[in-house]
C-alpha cells in the first residue's frame, strides 16, 4: 500500500484557531457566495452564474454575462459546499445543493458536453479554441466537486460528471489537444481515485504528456477572433511560457508563466506520478518545488510575483511593493506542496503547506470571512496602493466581491477540506503533517490531537488503538529544542526528512507531547533579493509578522529595527482577536528631513514597534503595512 | 532693461569637459543623425523623415511613413545643425541644410501649413486632431529651428517660420484649441523674441491661457478614428492630467502626466512669464519647479519616473529599477530652469541645469557619441531589464537608434548650444550661471573663463573691460569654503541666493579666481523615498555616480559603504577618459546564503568598490549599475 492521504471525511477538526474559521466557512462565506452567484446581493459585482445555468438548461433567455470560465465558480462553490455539508450537517444547504446539482445536470449535453458559454452563445465553436475558452478547466473544476459531494456521500453530480470526464475521454483521446489553463488533469486524477476508472487516469497522464511537445499547438491551433477577448485579457498564444507550453513538463526546470496554471499543472503531475510512479515527472515536480521554495517565493509564502500575466518572473524578482501574490496561487502552491507528500515524505511540503495557510493563503480572508484579497502584497504605500502605474493591482482593503471571482471559493475549499491535509497513512505508518487540532479516524485506530498552536508551542496526542505501527509526526522546520514525551516519559525518537517517527506496539490511552519554543525569529534574505537588502522579516511559529500603520507612532516607511532590539510578545490588540500574539518592540524612526536629498545623514528616533500576524493585516484602519523592516 | 540670456553667438566654449563633446556633437551625431533621416544607415530604424518631406514636396510618391511627428525630427536636427554651424563653419553643412530649408519651403501650401503627415495623407483633416496629431508640436519644433538659423545668420527658414507663425495665429486667434503636445508656445515665444513681433508673444500666451480651462476640451474635440493611434500609443482624451488640461496653467501645483510636455509647458510659461511680467503665471512656475526638485526628482536629475505614459506620479515614488527619466525629459528640465533664470535669479535653478548637464541628460549619450539612451535607470539588474514585464524600458546598453527619435536630437541641441546657457545679462549687471569654460562677448566687454570643473575646484575669470558694473557668479550649491581672490586678493562679496556679487570698476586684464575644495559627498534622501532607505548616494562637485559590476569585485547588489569608510579619488580607470575621476573605497559585501530566507544574518566580507561618474555609465562591459548604495 501506497502512501495515501486520510480523506476528509475521516478527519474532524477540532481547533481553537481553525475551527472557527472553518465555521466563517461554512456559517458565512459559503452562503454569501451562493447569493452572489444567484445575484441576491445588492452593491456586489454581478455574477450571473446561475442565471447563466438556468439559460444553458433552456429554462431562462438572454444573454450570457461573465467571464468565459464562469461555469467553475458554481463549481468551486459546490466543492466548498460539499465540505462545508461534511463539517457541519445542513438541510437546507444539502437542498439547494441538490437544486443546484440538478440544474447543472439540465444543462449537460446528451453526448455528455457541459459548459454554460458555448451551450448558450456558441454552440458551434466548442472545444474549437482550448488556449483561452477554458472547457477544460472548468470541467476539471467540476470533476473536483463530483468527487467531493461523492464523499460527502451524495453522488448525482458523480454520475454527471463521469458522463462529462468520457465525453472529454472521447474526444481528446482520439484527437490531439491540450488545456490552455490546466486544471481538467486534476479533475480526473480526482475522479479516477474516486471511481477506480483508469481511463481517466490515463486521460489525465495523455494531457500532460502532450504538454509542451509541440510548442507551437497553441500557435496553429487558435482561431482569429478579432475583438473577443474570452478571457478579458489579451494573452497571445506565442507566450509559450505562459501556460507551460514551452518545454515538455518532465523537462521543465523553473516555474514560470501563470502561477495558478503552473501550479495546477503540478499539482496534477505529482499526484499522477505518485499514482503511476513516473519517476522523471516526480523529479521535474522536485525539481520545480525547489526552483519555486529557494528562489520565487515572498517570505510569506506569496508566488507569481508579477502582476503582469499574474506570473512567475525570474529568480529573485520579488519586490514587496508590487507583489501580487494571488490568493489562488497560494492555495494552488497547498495543493501542490500535499499533493507531493504522496510521493516523497519530506517535512519541507508540510512547511510549505503551513507557511501558505497561517500567511499568503489565510491573508487572502477578512478576519470576519467577508472580503476577500485577490493580491497580497508584502508593503503597501497608501500613496501608490490602487493609484499609481505599477501598483494599481495592491489594495490597502479587501474588496467586496471580485468580477473574476476565483480567490474567495478557492480559499473556501481549502478551508473546508484542510481536515484532508492532515493525515496520511500507509500499511505501516501513520503521518501527522500539521499541528492542527483534530479526531482522526485511522486504519490502526483513531487520534485525537490538541493544540496550543500556532501561538503556543505544545501539542499532545491521544491515542485509542491498540498494536505496533509507526506515529510519524512531522515537526515544523521552525521548531529547535523539542521536547517529546511519550505516555509521559522522555523520548528522542527517529527523526527524518522532518518527521519524527514513533515505533512502538501502542494501547488506547497511550499519548505523545510535543514541546518546544515559539521564539520571534529574524529572517533574512539572501542577497539577490533586492527589495529585502538590509531588511529583517519577523517570525514566531508559523506566522510571518507585519507592521501596519496604526499600531505605530511613526511612519511604517520610516521604522528601523536595531539588530539588539528585544522583541516582547502581547496580547490584546484593539480590533484584533483576543488570543492573537502580537510582537512589540524598541525600535527607530528615521527623522523628517526638509530637502528630498540632504548630505546630512537622517537623525533617528527611538520609538516604540508593533507587529501583527500578516494574516491579520488589513482588518483595521486603513493604512500603510511591511513585512520587510528595515535593521 | 530686464534680464536677459547672452545668446550664443556671443559665447565661445573652451572647456576640457564640453569642448570635446561639441565636437563629437559637430563631428559624430549631427552628421550621423542627418544620414538617418535621409535613411543611410544600413540597419538602423528606418526613419523616412526627409522622404516624408519629399512626398510632401510633390517629388517622391509612396506612404508617409513614421511617427505623425516625424517631422519634428527634421526640425530638431536642423535647429542642431544651426547650433553646429555657429560652433564651428562647415561649408558642406551649410549646403546641406540650405538644401534642407529649400525643401521644407517646398511643402508649405500657400496659406502657410507646413506638416508633410497631413499634407501627403489626410489633406482634409489638418487642425482637427489637435489632441493626437502633434501639428503645433512639430510646428514649435520647426520655429525653434528657424530662430536657430537666424541666430546662425541665416534667415531663410525664418520667413518660412512667419509664414506658417501667420497661419497659425490666423487659425487659432479666431478659433479655440490648444495643443496636445506643448511646444508650439515655446517656438512662438523664441519667434517672438528673434523678430520682436509680439502677435506670435500673445498667441503663445493665449494657447497657455486657454489651457485647462475646459478641461473637457479634448474630449468634445478629439475625433473617433477607428483603429488609428496617430502617435503609435493609446492615451485618451479622458486622462486630462497626462496633458495638463486637468486645471488651468496658473492653478497648477504639482507636475503631473507626460513629462516631457508638463515641461516644455513649464519652459514657455516660464519665458512668457519673464516676458509679460504675469505674476501668477510666474508664482505657477517657483510651486512646480519646487514640487519637481524636492518630491519628484531622482538624484541625478532624472524626472518622470514612471514608464507609464512617460511621467510624474505622485510625490517621492521614485523607484531606480523602474525609473524611466527620459533624457528627453531632463534637456527639457534644463530648458525649464534656464528659462526660470530670465525672472528669479536664484542659484537654485543654475544648479538644476548643472545637475542634469553633468547626469541625468549626458548619461543619454554614449562617450563616443554614436548610442543614446531614452530611458536614465538608476539601478539595473541584468536578470530584470529588458526582459522582466515592469522592467522592459530599462536597457543596459545604449541602442543604436530609436523608433520614436526624439532624445538624440533633443541631447544635441541643447550640447551644441550650451554656450546660451552660461550667461545673462541686465544694464548693470553679468551674471555667470555655470563653471564651463568660454569666452563671452558681454554688454560691458569680454570674459574669458577658464575652470578645471568638473574634477578639480577652481575656476578663473579673466575680464577684458573697462567701466563699473557688477560681476554675479553662481557658486554651485555643493561648494563648501569657497576662496575668492579678486586680482590676487582675497575678498568675501557678497552672497545672495547662491551668486556671488563683485562690484567694481573692472579694469582689462582684472581676475576673479574661486577655489574650492570638490570633497566626496554622501547624500541620503529623504525617508519617504522608500527606494533609498538605508542608502546613500555618492558625489563629487556637481558628478553624481554609481556602481557599474565591471569595476566590482562582488555583484552589485552585495554591496554596502560603511558609514565611516574613506573614499579615495582615483584615476585611469581602463576604458574611461583618463582625467575622469573614480572613486575607490573599501566597503563590503554580503555573503552568499544558500537559502532563500534564513535565520542567520548574511555575513559581510570586505571588498574595493569601485564608483564612476554616472553619465559614464554603459561604456564598457554590460552588467548590473547602482547609483543607491546600502549604507
Known sequence: MSIRSVPLSRVHIRDDFWSPRQQLMTDVTIPYMERILRDEVPGAEKSHAVENFRMAAGESSGAFYGMV?????????????????????????????????????RCQLPDGYLNTYFTVREPENRWQNLLECHELYCAGHMLEAGVALHEAGKDELLHICCRLADHICERFEKEEGIPGHEEIEIGLLRLYQATGNDRY????????????????????????????????????????????????????????????????LLTAMAGVAAETGDADM???????FADIRQRQMYVTGAVGACATHESFTVAYDLPGDRCYGETCASVAMTFFAHAMLCGDMDGKYADLMELELYNAALSGMQLDGRRFFYVNPLRVDMRLAGKVAGYTHVLPRRPAWHACACCPPNLARLLTSLGGYLWSEDRDTVYSHLLIGNDAELQHGRIHLETGYPWKGWAKYTLEAEGEFCLAIHIPGHVRNLTVRVCGEDTEGKRDKGYLYLRRRWHSGDTVELDFPLPVRRLYARREVSDCAGKVALARGPVIYCLEAVDQEAPVGALVLPQEAEIREIQGIPGLPDDLVALEMTGESVAEQDELYSERRPEREEHKIVAVPYFAWANRETGDMTVWIRE
Chains 1, 2 share one sequence.
Open 69 to 105: 470560465f464562469q461555469d467553475s465558480d458554481v463549481a468551486k462553490w459546490l466543492e466548498a459546499a460539499a465540505y462545508s455539508l461534511m463539517l457541519k450537517p445542513d438541510a437546507a444547504l444539502e437542498k439547494r445543493v441538490d437544486e443546484m446539482v440538478a440544474l447543472v445536470g
Open 201 to 264: 487516469l490515463r486521460m489525465a497522464k495523455t494531457f500532460l504528456d502532450r504538454r509542451g511537445q509541440e510548442p507551437d499547438w497553441f500557435i496553429r491551433h487558435t482561431p482569429a477572433h478579432p475583438g473577443i477577448h474570452y478571457g478579458g485579457y489579451d494573452i497571445l498564444p506565442a507566450d509559450t511560457a505562459y501556460n507551460q507550453t514551452d518545454v515538455p513538463v518532465r523537462a521543465q526546470h523553473a516555474a514560470r508563466g501563470h502561477a495558478v496554471r503552473q501550479l495546477y
Open 282 to 288: 516526480a523529479d521535474a515536480c522536485r525539481r520545480l
